[in-house]
């Protein structure tokens, strides 16, 4: 049995504890589509962080001039309910010798993200990630981000966020 079979099963196993009937017709193909969209959704066990680090630009004129990418959006998977938490990561930092490319910023947010996560954790990896392979000395990064197991389970609490803060600072 292939790995999409033991997914499979698995939901069938889920569907048929909570009380529903597998030859529904609405139900038909959801163990294959929730088999397929869990495997997207987890993705980022499967990125190679060094290969979307790799890829620096010398800073060619040195400055303390603060580099800020705001706003790059995520979802994930609190690891405690397996529920979606979402919402938005800043990054700040001071380049030393190098920069990155752009784009890698978002990559490397989807790498860690696409994981089953705590968002405290989350923050670490993104911000200790960055320090590693640029060096900086000053590295920022702040996640603002809705937990659907605070909001539609347990205490129900809709409008409430949390937010998290890395800071490395020399």
Not at 111 to 123: G, H, W
Not at 147 to 157: E, N, V
Request: aromatic fraction near 8%; hydrophobic fraction near 35%; charged fraction near 30%.
């Amino acid at each position: 049995m292939d790995r999409n079979e033991n997914l499979e099963n698995a939901v069938k196993i889920i569907l048929k504890e909570v009380g529903e009937d597998l030859n529904r017709y609405g139900l038909i193909d959801t163990p294959k589509r929730v088999s397929k969209s869990l495997r997207e959704i987890l993705s980022g066990y499967n990125e190679d962080i060094e290969k979307i680090m790799e890829k620096r630009f010398p800073l060619e004129n040195k400055t303390s001039d603060i580099v800020k990418i705001k706003n790059i959006e995520f979802f994930s998977l609190c690891e405690h309910h397996l529920l979606p938490f979402f919402g938005h990561v800043d990054i700040e930092y001071i380049p030393k010798n190098e920069i990155l490319g752009l784009s890698k910023f978002g990559r490397l947010v989807d790498a860690f993200s696409k994981r089953l996560q705590v968002q405290e954790k989350l923050t670490k990896q993104i911000g200790e990630t960055i320090v590693k392979y640029l060096k900086c000395d000053y590295v920022k990064v702040n996640i603002k981000a809705t937990h659907m197991c605070m909001s539609m389970r347990g205490i129900s609490k809709s409008s409430s966020f949390t937010e998290t803060e890395f800071l490395h600072k020399i």
